[in-house]
Nanobody, 116 residues
Framework: QVQLVESGGGLVQPGGSLRLSCIAS????????MSWYRQAPGEERELVAR????????DYADSVKGRFTISRDNARNTVYLQMNSLLPEDTAVYFC?????????WGQGTQVTVSS
């Protein structure tokens, strides 16, 4: 069974940091690029960051460049999203997604709320 399970969300003050994790199972993790998307209330889902199979290729939305870092540990079948200097507009449900150019499997999402 293909599965993506996110963790690490929560409530943080503006300027704070969080690290999201996503554990993958049920498919050959090293064969797939991985992505993080987010969806704020009333908004469309948007791509936040993506990473290639070996972790050497990454891409970021302009809104998070310089603040967020995507990485992966292929030995642990895990992809991470380190989020620094968080802003209230980063508040959203964050989804771990299988794929780099496409998105065919989605996790259940984890809520990130940035508020004082």
């Amino acid at each position: 069974q293909v599965q993506l399970v996110e963790s690490g969300g929560g409530l943080v003050q503006p300027g704070g940091s969080l690290r999201l994790s996503c554990i993958a199972s049920g498919f050959p993790f090293t064969s797939y690029g991985m992505s993080w998307y987010r969806q704020a209330p009333g908004e469309e889902r948007e791509l936040v960051a993506r990473i290639g199979t070996r972790g050497t290729t990454t891409d970021y939305a302009d809104s998070v460049k310089g603040r967020f870092t995507i990485s992966r540990d292929n030995a642990r079948n895990t992809v991470y999203l380190q989020m620094n200097s968080l802003l209230p507009e980063d508040t959203a449900v964050y989804f771990c997604v299988r794929g780099y150019w496409g998105a065919d499997v989605w996790g259940q999402g984890t809520q990130v709320t940035v508020s004082s």
